[in-house]
């Protein structure tokens, strides 16, 4: 009973760096969600997938890639950090409207 | 207008007492309302979920929706000291496409 699983939990990365952050389902959802968290603001969109093969901007897409790989895997990418992505990450899948999320751990980022 | 805001609180409550707590939202179409507990560190939980109009029971929870007044609240009766937490209200403003937008939450604390 795995449910969301994302890695990694920290990384501090230097601006102008890239990585991406990981997040696998499996629970046979069909959508899948990328969040940040900020304090005071909220848990904000960054990017979904309604199905496997499709992606769509949320909120806050600028600095963001994301790659649905399968149904199980949906992967967050910065290109090159900014101070302003500092942020706890979430990812999270949902099986119907009406279910809600089901939510990762979450990943502190930090970049300096 | 943020499009679902909370008062972000504390919310003080003695033990054993009834928490309120509330989220307006900017959209009349909005179908499915949920709300999220969230302890500090961890990711959010589902908790209720709502989407007619009146109250929904589930043990010492009870959720509130009001779609004319564009409210819906969450009544938490007999509070412990372990419901302190942060209470994210998340509607669906996507007209049923499963894209959640959160508040900021309100941040209860529940002293004995």
């Known amino acids: 009973n795995a449910g969301v699983t994302q890695t990694p939990k920290f990384q501090v990365l230097k601006t102008g760096q890239s990585m991406t952050l990981q997040c696998a389902q499996d629970m046979n959802h069909n959508s899948m969600y990328w969040y940040r968290q900020d304090p005071g603001m909220g848990l904000r969109l960054i990017y979904y997938?309604?199905?496997?093969?499709?992606?769509d901007k949320g909120e806050v897409p600028n600095g963001y890639n994301v790659s649905r790989l399968n149904k199980r895997e949906f992967s967050l990418r910065l290109e090159s950090a900014a101070p302003s992505q500092t942020s706890v990450y979430f990812c999270?899948?949902?099986?119907?409207?009406?279910?809600?999320?089901?939510f990762g751990s979450g990943t502190r980022l930090t970049v300096v | 207008q943020k499009e679902v805001e909370q008062n972000s609180g504390p919310l003080s409550v003695p033990e054993g007492a009834i928490a309120s707590l509330n989220c307006t939202y900017s959209?009349?179409?909005?179908?499915?309302f949920f709300w999220y507990r969230q302890y500090s560190g961890k990711s959010p939980e589902l908790i209720m979920s709502i989407y007619s109009n009146g109250d929904k029971e589930d043990g010492r929870f009870t959720a509130q929706l009001n779609k004319a007044s564009q409210y819906v609240s969450l009544l938490i009766r007999d509070s412990q000291p372990s419901d302190s937490a942060t209470y994210l209200c998340a509607v669906d403003l996507s007209g049923g496409y499963n894209k959640l937008i959160f508040g900021a939450g309100t941040r209860l604390a529940v002293h004995p």
């Open positions: 999270a899948s949902s099986e119907h409207r009406d279910y809600g999320y089901t």
């Open positions: 959209d009349r179409v909005s179908q499915s």
């Open positions: 997938s309604a199905s496997e093969g499709t992606t």
